[in-house]
């Protein structure tokens, strides 16, 4: 049974990496929005959204060294296979986006919304793949408690991020995507400026 562990230790490893990668070219996407005159918003929840990534990859690197029930070894393969697709369908959504994706909510003043690649088929696919990572990574190392826990921490953090990213979107977004904006519905919400946005998810 030790051994079952083994392909989500390696996956675990190469998803830490992977975060690396996609915090330097945020980063590098970041200082070129903000120069062009992107502005921010979400930011009071970015830093509980940066410590709970941060925390999963923790909790699933110490869960076989602490001694943690191993996972069947169909149950690892099958969940680093759904980590592989939501990788494909993370980076499909980074390259369709291009330099106007990061990891914060910036808008971009005058850019349109992205409606190609996985744009045609999802609202959020980043944050799709998000949900199937935060649940299939714990699992492939066998921690079946993390991954619950995961996936409602991911779930409550989600609630707030996902309005606040529609609602800086504005109007633009919510046509393009045959719906209305999060959080502007009810009555008495005033409508902000029209303008064209990004979308970073």
């Known amino acids: 049974m030790?051994?079952?562990?083994?392909p989500g230790m390696v996956l675990l490893?190469?998803?830490?990496l992977e975060r690396g990668a996609e915090?330097?070219?945020?980063?590098?996407?970041?200082?070129?929005?903000?120069?062009?005159?992107?502005?921010?918003?979400?930011?009071?929840?970015?830093?509980?959204?940066?410590?709970?990534h941060a925390s999963l990859l923790a909790a699933c690197a110490v869960w076989p060294l602490a001694g943690g029930e191993r996972p069947r070894l169909a149950v690892a393969l099958a969940a680093v296979a759904a980590v592989l697709l939501a990788q494909?369908?993370?980076?499909?959504a980074v390259a369709t986006l291009g330099r106007?994706?990061?990891t914060r909510i910036l808008v971009l003043p005058g850019a349109p919304p992205v409606t190609g690649g996985p744009?045609?088929?999802?609202?959020?696919?980043?944050?799709?793949?998000?949900a199937v990572e935060v649940l299939a990574l714990p699992l492939a190392v066998g921690a079946w408690s993390v991954a619950v826990a995961a996936t409602?921490?991911?779930?409550?953090?989600?609630?707030?991020?996902?309005?606040a990213e529609e609602r800086a979107l504005g109007?633009?977004?919510?046509?393009?995507?045959?719906?209305?904006?999060?959080?502007?519905?009810?009555?008495?919400?005033?409508?902000?400026?029209?303008?064209?946005?990004h979308d970073h998810s």
């Open 2 to 6: 030790v051994n079952n562990a083994l």
């Open 13 to 16: 490893g190469a998803v830490a």
């Open 23 to 52: 915090l330097c070219l945020s980063a590098r996407n970041e200082r070129e929005l903000r120069a062009a005159g992107a502005v921010e918003a979400g930011r009071g929840h970015y830093p509980a959204i940066v410590a709970f």
């Open 88 to 92: 494909g369908l993370r980076w499909w």
């Open 100 to 102: 106007r994706w990061t």
């Open 119 to 130: 744009y045609r088929f999802f609202h959020h696919p980043n944050y799709l793949a998000v």
């Open 152 to 163: 409602l921490l991911n779930a409550a953090l989600m609630a707030l991020r996902i309005p």
């Open 171 to 197: 109007p633009a977004w919510a046509e393009a995507f045959g719906g209305q904006v999060a959080g502007r519905d009810g009555p008495g919400m005033a409508d902000p400026p029209a303008r064209d946005t």
